[in-house]
């Protein structure tokens, strides 16, 4: 590790605060994965996070996406780059982040589901899916509403090339309430679901005291975004 790098002090920092965080909440050292969100930065932000040591990465736009994958392709580190999808899918889409993404956290309805699970190449395994929980209730946000996420998480775990392996939400700025809304939601189901996608720059402490295994940190690991994120059409 080269502790002369900017990008390094930062990636400790944020390990050293998520540390601290799992400390106060009682849970066990290590128990909760970093992933750097790199939407609207660059792929050399990224490699640079890369050679301090930061293999998992999520991004929100596909587009933007592709292009960095691309670059980041060709560092052929090892342990490999893990690639988390965390935006809002449009069912054109679904081929694209079936083929290059590991990891999806946006799962919020069946038809999204059904294509990823169809179009999933078999050569990349299972494609390990988080279902996006509504826990604000409120209609402008994506997420299946809290009453209808048992029926999608069993509708979900019927499909061989998907793994359903936790729930995820972003409740709104400043209401962390909803962290413990999700896992309270998730300890209610028949068989509670191993992980928990919860926690941004913002409140990332408070999400890990309510049990996320996932804290997804983009501004406090990299800085401001600097890329203007490209939005495409709706197309549905
Ligand atoms: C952008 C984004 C993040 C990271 O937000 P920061 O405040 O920059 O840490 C996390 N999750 C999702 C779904 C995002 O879109």
């Avoid at 002369?4 to 799992?22: G, K, T, V, Y």
Wanted: glycine share 6%; charged share 20%; net charge positive.
């Amino acid at each position: 590790m080269n502790s002369s790098n900017r990008d390094c002090d930062a990636l400790e920092r944020l390990r050293s605060a998520i540390q601290a965080a799992e400390r106060t909440a009682g849970r066990m050292p290590g128990c909760v994965s970093l992933l750097a969100v790199s939407k609207g930065q660059s792929a050399e932000s990224i490699a640079a996070l890369v050679a301090c040591g930061q293999r998992r990465f999520a991004e929100s736009y596909l587009q933007e996406a592709l292009v960095k994958q691309e670059v980041l392709a060709k560092m052929a580190v090892n342990p490999p780059l893990e690639w988390h999808f965390i935006g809002p899918i449009q069912s054109n889409k679904t081929r694209k982040i079936a083929e290059t993404f590991d990891w999806v956290h946006s799962v919020d309805r069946l038809k999204i589901a059904e294509r990823l699970n169809e179009q999933r190449p078999e050569s990349r395994g299972v494609l390990r899916v988080f279902i996006e929980v509504n826990v604000d209730n409120s209609v402008s946000k994506s997420g299946v509403a809290p009453e209808a996420a048992a029926a999608l998480i069993a509708a979900c775990q019927a499909l061989p090339r998907l793994c359903v392996v936790g729930l995820m939400a972003i409740p709104a700025p400043g209401q962390v309430d909803g962290f413990a809304r999700l896992a309270a939601l998730n300890a209610q189901l028949l068989a509670p679901l191993p992980m928990l996608s919860m926690g941004m720059s913002a409140d990332f402490p408070a999400a890990i005291a309510a049990g996320s295994t996932h804290v997804r940190i983009g501004t406090a690991l990299f800085g401001a975004r600097r890329v203007q994120v490209p939005r495409s059409p709706q197309t549905h």
